[in-house]
């Protein structure tokens, strides 16, 4: 951040009176302008024991396999914004689901959280940012083409509850990749 989006002067990290981080403070009116991480939600949605996947017509990882995911908006509740993602991203609707994961990504400010549930009806298509979503059998899940480590990690842990047959709540934090 350059600049103030109360009073449009520069602005320059400062560590405000009660803080322990720098934070953009505006050299004019001082208003302290806050970053804090971005959420990513999104949903494991099974239909007749497979998975649905989109695979992005966007960057990053144009190309790729994802579960339907993405940024949470304003004024709705994470539940509210996996199933929208799931919505824009594979044109499918997705009886509400319990929480399953929930994925810390520090190193680049984000938290990705992801849903489970079933398709209402089985039916699916590409959105916008999807160049074709497929529903996938565990053995046929395309592990080698995953956008994400945050999906491989939700999925692995799925197949794994699904297995044993209890569904659990998960928690990870993805450190950065080494180099």
Request: proline share 7%; glycine share 8%.
């Amino acid at each position: 951040m350059r600049y103030c989006t109360q009073c449009g002067q520069p602005v320059e990290p400062r560590i405000p009176p009660g803080d322990h981080l720098p934070r953009s403070v505006c050299t004019a009116c001082g208003h302290v302008h806050y970053e804090n991480p971005r959420l990513i939600l999104g949903c494991i949605a099974e239909w007749e024991g497979r998975i649905l996947l989109c695979r992005r017509a966007i960057e990053p990882r144009l190309g790729y396999w994802t579960l339907p995911a993405g940024f949470m908006e304003n004024e709705e509740t994470t539940l509210q914004a996996a199933l929208r993602e799931t919505r824009e991203e594979a044109c499918a609707n997705v009886h509400s689901g319990s929480l399953f994961a929930l994925v810390d990504v520090p190193h680049i400010n984000q938290v990705h959280l992801f849903y489970r549930g079933q398709l209402q009806d089985g039916r699916h298509s590409a959105g916008q940012e999807s160049l074709e979503t497929s529903l996938f059998d565990e053995a046929d899940i395309p592990w080698n083409s995953l956008a994400f480590r945050s999906v491989r990690f939700c999925l692995e842990r799925y197949f794994s509850d699904r297995r044993q047959g209890h569904f659990g709540v998960h928690q990870f934090v993805l450190p950065p990749l080494p180099g």
